[in-house]
């Protein structure tokens, strides 16, 4: 019997902006509770919840205070232990976000470091400074030095990320164990697996200073993808995971076929997230500028990826990332057409696909959000830096920052109907502004639309459902480019071809191949041409 997480569709909830059940501006528990028959209804069978643990939320909830509470923002352990058991009723499992890297310096281990507790003290990687200076050239992925000084002491602390996120030191024993801790106790309650963040970034071999030439990212070859960090997971799967029938799903930046096919094979990992397609877009080497979407690039990515690596988690949006259909489609003119398409290359792929909220009904980034609305810290921090650097305007700096890395796009409340909010909740207030589209764009209205979005995607996600060739087969290279794309998925005597239009013109469409359609974003019957942003799934004969 396969594994339940490569068999079912996995839905991404980002707990502050899902469903707001008491009115406070803040998504929460009881309010997930209260959409798990919506989800249902999607066809969805895994539910991965962004940090709900109880942080201070300068990084909304990724700087974690207390692995072993929630949150009170978002409800009780009470309230985590009903959604676990509602979810059940429904055959829907609950993924954790597991965020081990640092944690939040309000985290009682991190005060007693500081403190100088004797069993504390080497939970972090604390150094001296170097005259006035920083213990090395390291730079934090938020923008800046990746060390931050200790108040009143020349001492300084590592945070790759955050100034409020303190790496922990995986060459201590004891830490190990005090995750092992966590990752049981969360087992022990029922949750299903864990999306491990920015996981290959966890072991730091050493502490010498980077290529001073180096744009940015400086410190990466001593910390990404060390032998450190596959040692460490092996000790979680040997110690705790294998006990349970559970999965780990691992963030991982600037990781390579190779690295990614260890990490399967020794069974550290069971899938991870790669990068590079989401670079279609925008500038690998400064990615804080944009580049005309090249579709070629795009799907050439993912197929790489499905050809080189036993197994990989897919998808387009999370948290992270801005919204697909503005970044890959065409929302002028053939809005519904290219996010279908998306959804039918997205559940289509070898692998286990993820689907952010409000994906499935074709949200959209904001039109318009100002520095003084955005609450994403590392979109703030990127702003400050670029206008300082660059030397250009506020107006400047700012498009270049929403069009590329704002990460409260993604974040926007969800859009449940086209009420005060959007539905998100019947209050006053919302911790993030709705987006402006909500009237257009909303769960309610899409329901009782047959060719909606959302209907779309239930009838696909009812297709992979139930498809041994999707949720098993093989992949087969077709072609990739900045129109036509294909390619094939085999399944012992079976083998669908996946027909993609990337452009906004009709293409004409050759095959050798005896095929009968499935499921397509068109009702035609005549394939001679594919009609703009054309999407479907045949059987070949």
């Known amino acids: 019997m396969a594994k339940a997480f490569k068999e079912r569709v996995i839905y991404q909830i980002y707990p502050a902006s899902f469903k707001d059940s008491n009115n406070d501006g803040w998504g929460d528990i009881n309010g997930i509770i209260s959409k798990l ?25 990724y700087d974690i205070s207390n692995y072993y509470k929630i949150n009170p923002r978002f409800g009780t352990m009470e309230d985590f232990d009903n959604l676990i058991v509602e979810a ?56 800046g030095s990746a060390w931050e000084k200790i108040e009143n002491s020349n001492k300084y602390f590592l945070r790759l990320f955050c100034d409020t996120q303190a790496d922990l030191n995986y060459h201590n024993e004891n830490v190990i164990l005090e995750v ?61 995971l294998s006990h349970y029938d559970t999965f780990l799903v691992g963030e991982t930046g600037a990781i390579t076929p190779k690295i990614g ?30 580049h005309k979407f090249s579709a070629k690039k795009l799907v050439s990515a993912l197929f790489k990826r499905q050809l080189e690596v036993p197994y990989i988690a897919n998808y387009l949006e999370n948290h992270d990332q801005l919204r697909s259909v503005n970044r890959y489609g065409n929302v002028d003119k053939y809005y519904n057409e290219s996010a279908k398409l998306l959804a039918t ?22 039109k318009e959000i100002s520095i003084n609305e955005t609450n994403d810290i590392a979109a703030k921090m990127t702003f400050t830096t670029i206008k300082k650097i660059l030397r250009i305007s506020d107006k400047k700096a700012r498009k270049l920052v929403n069009e590329t890395i704002n990460r409260d796009h993604a974040r926007a409340p969800m859009q449940r109907n086209s009420n005060q909010n959007g539905g998100f909740n019947d209050g006053n207030i919302t911790w ?89 974003n068109y009702k035609i019957n005549d394939f001679k041409y594919l009609d703009p942003y054309f999407a479907g799934i045949f059987e070949v004969l």
């Not at 249902?40 to 942080?55: F, N």
């Open 88 to 143: 059940k009723k429904r055959d829907i499992l609950i993924v954790m976000d597991l965020v081990i890297n640092h944690t939040s310096t309000k985290c009682e281990w991190f005060k007693e470091a500081i403190k100088g507790n004797p069993k504390y003290q080497d939970y972090y990687i604390i150094k001296e400074g170097k005259g006035n200076k920083a213990p090395n050239n390291w730079d934090s992925a938020f923008t």
């Open 37 to 61: 028959d919506y989800l249902k209804d999607l066809g969805v069978g895994i539910l991965w919840l962004s940090p709900v643990y109880e942080s201070p939320m300068d990084d909304m909830g």
């Open 261 to 290: 096919t260890r990490l399967i094979n020794e069974n550290c990992l069971d899938m991870f997230f790669e990068f590079d397609h989401i670079y279609a877009d925008k500038s690998k080497i400064l990615p804080i500028f944009r």
């Open 180 to 240: 092992e801790g966590i990752i049981k106790f969360w087992l022990d309650k029922g949750v299903y697996g864990f999306r491990c963040d920015v996981i290959n970034s966890i072991y730091k071999t050493s502490l010498e200073n980077d290529n001073p030439l180096k744009l940015y990212n400086k410190g990466t070859k001593f910390y990404q993808n060390q032998e450190g960090m596959f040692n460490v997971l092996k000790r979680f799967r040997n110690d705790v």
């Open 432 to 520: 993030l502004k709705v987006n402006e589209l909500y009237k257009e764009i909303n769960v309610a209205k899409e329901e009782n639309d047959e060719n909606s979005i959302l209907n779309f995607y239930k009838k696909v996600i009812k297709f992979r459902n139930e498809s041994d060739v999707l949720k098993f087969g093989d992949f087969l290279e077709g072609k990739a480019s900045n129109s036509l794309n294909y390619f094939y998925r085999r399944y012992k005597n079976k083998c669908y071809m996946i027909v993609l239009n990337f452009s906004p013109k009709k293409i004409k469409f050759n095959t050798p191949l005896d095929i009968k359609l499935l499921i397509s």
């Open 345 to 366: 290359l997205l559940l289509s792929l070898k692998g286990t696909p993820f689907i952010y909220q409000g994906e499935e009904i074709g949200s959209l980034n904001y």
